[in-house]
């Protein structure tokens, strides 16, 4: 009775489409979040500081002091047209330093009438100077910059910058665009970019400045049709064996991979190799392994000995993992859509496992959820169907999220959509 529940419910689920996508938060910095910097921890703090390696420039300029501001709190903005770009960029940062902890919402204020004064500059503005504007947002609101008008109308005024933009500033254009995540009109941004992007260029680009393509076509969902840029992916896995101590970099270089389904068994066999010889599972986050699974599952290459490193020692991560809450993004925690890609990636390998130690594991990770109100019944859902798949009879968590209350919503949401 409960499967037959179980998989009219998946069935439904498989059609739903969300119409807002959640965005994970890197850094809070407004209106009562709490203060993250974006740092070298997580990768999009790493490519972040990598295109600002030549763009910061609180220490070039003569800083406007915090008279500039407490005028811009009292909303008097006529000064604001004497200043040059520089000068602009640099009230971003001295209203971060000199009023976030004071007042959060004279910071908001400050924020609002900076982007309009950005807006009427943009025009006549050169790429590096754009870049550098966006720069100074991305320093004070990196996740919220995407909700400023001088970002949209920025990136919307690509085919300018296309025509009079160096190599670099492509690149950063790139990694700006690919904050929006999955939507058409990034996607057409994107492609507008990447048509510029030829051989002899790619022969140029350094590890970081792929990595940075590969991340925003990945999430943005953009397909790449430029061959030489997936061979050049390709190629640098294979020929960069250091990568594989390196999981950030390597993982988002294997997504593209996976989504453009590039992956060869040569590949696989160099990576599966890897890993053994230079013993690089201890680098390995479970989202990585996942990942890797993943990559695996979807060219159907069956590699037992890696599998039975990758899924034990997966397992052991589930069964320690300490879940807190979502509101707060922590790098170095599994995600509820990172567990449902790995059970979905070894069950369609069909890998040997053992049921009742996994079994164990998951109930554990999802009670801590279920506990913390951490959970979408979607997804959970999907959970239980690749847990029965591999053996495992995981009665209590069915009553548990099979009840009337949950049926009826997800119910309700295939109705309206």
């Known amino acids: 009775m409960y499967i037959n529940c179980l ?23 407004l209106l009562g979040d709490k203060v993250t910097p974006l740092e070298e ?25 915090t008279s500039a501001i407490e005028n811009l709190t009292q909303f008097k903005t006529n000064d604001l047209y004497k200043l040059n770009v520089d000068q602009i960029a640099n009230l971003f940062y001295t209203a971060n330093i000199s009023i976030l902890s004071h007042n959060k919402q004279h910071l908001r204020k400050i924020l609002d009438m900076l982007d309009v004064e950005c807006c009427l500059r943009l025009t006549k503005m050169e790429p590096n ?19 400023y008008k001088f970002y949209n109308y920025a990136t919307d005024d690509i085919d300018r910058c296309l025509k009079v933009c160096s190599k670099k500033e492509l690149i950063k254009f790139i990694f700006y665009i690919g904050l929006q995540k999955k ?17 002899q260029y790619l022969e140029n680009l350094t590890l970081e400045d792929l990595c940075i393509i590969c991340n925003s076509t990945y999430r943005t969902n953009t397909k790449i049709t430029n061959l030489h840029l997936l061979e050049k992916v390709k190629q640098t896995l294979n020929e960069n064996l250091s990568l594989l101590k390196d999981p950030a970099l390597l993982i988002t270089l294997v997504k593209t991979i996976k989504h453009n389904n590039y992956q060869d068994e040569d590949l696989l066999t160099t990576i599966s190799c890897t890993i053994f010889f230079n013993k690089t599972l201890q680098y390995y986050t479970f989202t990585a392994i996942c990942h890797l699974l993943s990559l695996y599952a979807r060219y159907l290459y069956y590699d037992e000995e890696l599998f039975n490193l990758f899924i034990p020692h997966s397992i052991r991560l589930l069964q320690d993992a300490v879940i807190k809450s979502h509101r707060a993004h922590l790098t170095e925690q599994m ?46 859902v999907e959970i239980i169907l690749y847990l029965w798949m591999l053996k495992c009879r995981p009665y209590d968590l069915l009553t548990l999220i099979l009840t009337p209350e949950n049926v009826a919503s997800i119910d309700s949401k295939y109705t309206q959509t």
């Open 335 to 380: 995600r509820t859509k990172d567990i449902k890609m790995f059970l979905s990636s070894i069950s369609k390998l069909n890998c040997t496992v053992d049921s009742e130690a996994l079994q164990k594991a998951i109930m554990s990770n999802l009670y801590q959820r279920i506990s913390l109100k951490d959970f979408e019944i979607d997804l959970l």
């Open 41 to 65: 921890n997580t990768l999009l703090g790493r490519m972040l500081m990598y295109i600002n390696n030549t763009n910061d420039c609180r220490n070039s300029v003569e800083i406007v002091g």
């Open 129 to 147: 100077n754009i870049l550098k504007l966006l720069s100074a947002f991305m320093h004070v609101v990196p996740n919220r910059i995407t909700e």
């Open 7 to 29: 998989v009219s419910i998946i069935k439904k689920t498989k059609l739903i489409k969300y119409d807002q996508l959640i965005t994970r938060n890197y850094s809070k910095t």
């Open 183 to 199: 939507g058409k009109k990034a996607q057409v941004l994107l492609r507008k970019c990447l048509r510029t992007v030829n051989k």
